[in-house]
């Protein structure tokens, strides 16, 4: 009686933990489907390859280690802006509307944009209750994201759709330093990274199918294999014999044939990129109002003065005139 007492003890405790394992799957799910999480493009691979900076030593934004192509960026900005203001920071990334890239599966679609926008300590992006209506209808659809946690500074944008962002308007408050004591007024660095279209190379080191694929040995191409997804298997047979093989997926195309003599570093296929990434360098002045009030005061007295000589010289021509009639 005992061990038939244990048993079933034991058997309770069993079914008790499983019931609890199914219940947490289903709960997994049901949120998965109730709340679904959205997909993570490139922002997050840049986050995930460079956590504490998106800009290197050297001055580089992280993109341009997955997106080698350079593509023109710009950035405008208030030359000076004053204290607890908001302002906006545009940014633009063109490119040809016209062109369109290689999807993952091999398919060609528009391009989506995205940037990485590195402001000073203290600025950020400005609440909503801080943004005038007229400034509200730039920004939407936009989404601003923090590069990490506790640098509201460095803000991320995308993948947005670049048929309809090809300017992104990133709404900002300034600091005010009578409030903050670690914001002092004077010139301040801002540094900007966008890029449009895919990558070439995941953050793994992974070649991408957005890429130009070259031979990796000089011989004859002996066979091409379609590997039924769309890529393709190439056997490239050198002179003493030894196969070599070069995989590629599905999208680029392929501009040799079987039998063909290749060189090391031959192209095997068309370059399907048509993206890029550039980066700008720019800067702004956290402005005194005091400073601005004291230049209008000296405006005003340059002015003043300068009234007041010309009547004088007036008046001493009056004078002279005065003289040589009598």
Known sequence: MKNHSFLKTVTDKINKIILVAIASVCLLLVSDIVLPQSAQAYPFWAQETAHLTPREATGRI???????????SEVEIPQAVLPDTVFEAVVKIPYDHSAQQVQ?????????VGAVLMLPDGFQIAPQDRIPEEMKEKIEGVFYQSYREGKDNWVIVGPVPGDSY??????????????NPNVHYGKY???????????QVYPTGQLSNNNLFKSSATGVITEITEDG???????????????????????????????????????????PN??????????????????IAWLLVFIAGIMISQVFLVLKKKQLEKVQEAGLYY
Do not use: M, W
Request: aromatic share 2%.
């Open 274 to 291: 048509v993206g890029g990434f550039g980066q700008k360098d720019t800067e702004v002045v956290l402005q005194n109002p005091a400073r």
């Open 166 to 179: 090809e300017e992104i308007v990133f709404q900002v408050l300034s600091p005010d330093p009578a409030t």
């Open 62 to 72: 992280v993109c341009a280690n997955c997106h080698l192509a350079s593509k023109p």
């Open 104 to 112: 993952v599966d091999g398919s060609k679609g528009p391009l989506n």
């Open 229 to 271: 997804a769309g890529g393709y298997t190439l056997t490239i047979t050198d002179a003493e014999g030894v196969a070599n093989t070069v995989a590629i997926p599905v999208g680029p195309e392929l501009i040799v044939a079987q039998g063909q003599q290749v060189q090391a570093g031959e192209a095997l296929t068309n370059n």
């Open 189 to 199: 660095s801002v540094h900007l990274g966008a890029n449009r279209g895919r990558g």
